[in-house]
């Protein structure tokens, strides 16, 4: 059973660029598994922010950025605000129909 | 705008069934696959199943396979998840996501969110 692996936690100074890593148990991200992340604040539901590794949503900030760096997927966030304050998610392809989610990161900004 | 209403969920004894559904406005509903995803209390986000546009291609989480049952009405623009046999690991806040194409293989699997519905399961 394949895991996606995440930073249970990071923090950051206003400002500053975050970079977020998403990765798979069963060896190195590519393209082919349509890496996505997702935000989601307390009390909301999830806001999809990049799909298919590097494409922003709709009315996503291109503050927000998605790559593959080694290994894994990364999400970073240029000019951290203290808004950026939330959960982070990232979610996989990893066969036939199937989608696995990460484990999520909170992102403090302090 | 695109909306996605869920409803259904409650508060149900284990061993139990419950019928959730979604209801879709403002898009043409029959173009997208559609997804399930969870959240339990206080945890992170767990994908649960996927319907293609014309219902041909289905999936589901080993965690819920055999037990959940996903169905869409195009004509009705409402996609359901019907759960039987529910243990307590399955108390979650269900949400009903639109995907950004009509096959399951989408990159863009989860594209629009609705707000949730709360499925506990509980004696």
């Known amino acids: 059973q394949t895991v996606v692996t995440q930073e249970p936690s990071f923090s950051v100074s206003p400002g500053e660029t975050v970079t977020l890593t998403c990765g798979l148990s069963?060896?190195?991200?590519?393209?082919?598994?349509?890496p996505s992340w997702f935000r989601q604040t307390p009390g909301q539901a999830p806001r999809t922010l990049i799909y298919g590794t590097n494409t922003r949503s709709s009315g996503v900030p291109d503050r927000f950025s998605g790559s593959i760096v080694g290994s894994k997927a990364v999400l970073t966030i240029t000019g951290a605000q203290a808004d950026d304050e939330s959960d982070y998610y990232c979610a996989m392809y990893v066969g036939g129909v199937i989608r696995v989610f990460g484990g999520g990161t909170r992102l403090t900004v302090l | 705008e695109v909306q996605l209403v869920e409803s259904g969920g409650g508060l149900v004894e284990p061993g139990r069934s419950l019928r959730l559904s979604c209801a879709a406005s403002?898009?043409?509903?029959?173009?997208?696959?559609m997804h399930w995803v969870r959240q339990a209390p206080g945890k992170g986000l767990e994908w649960v199943s996927v319907i293609s546009w014309h219902s041909e291609i289905i999936g589901y989480a080993d965690s819920v396979k055999g037990r959940f049952t996903i169905s869409r009405d195009n004509a009705k623009n409402s996609l359901y998840l019907q759960m039987d046999s529910l243990r307590a690991d399955d108390t979650a806040l269900y949400y009903c996501v639109k995907s950004g194409g009509s096959s399951p293989l989408s990159e863009n699997a989860f594209d629009i969110w609705g707000q949730g519905t709360m499925v506990t399961v509980s004696s």
């Open positions: 069963s060896g190195s991200v590519s393209p082919s598994y349509y």
């Open positions: 403002g898009l043409k509903f029959y173009d997208y696959a």
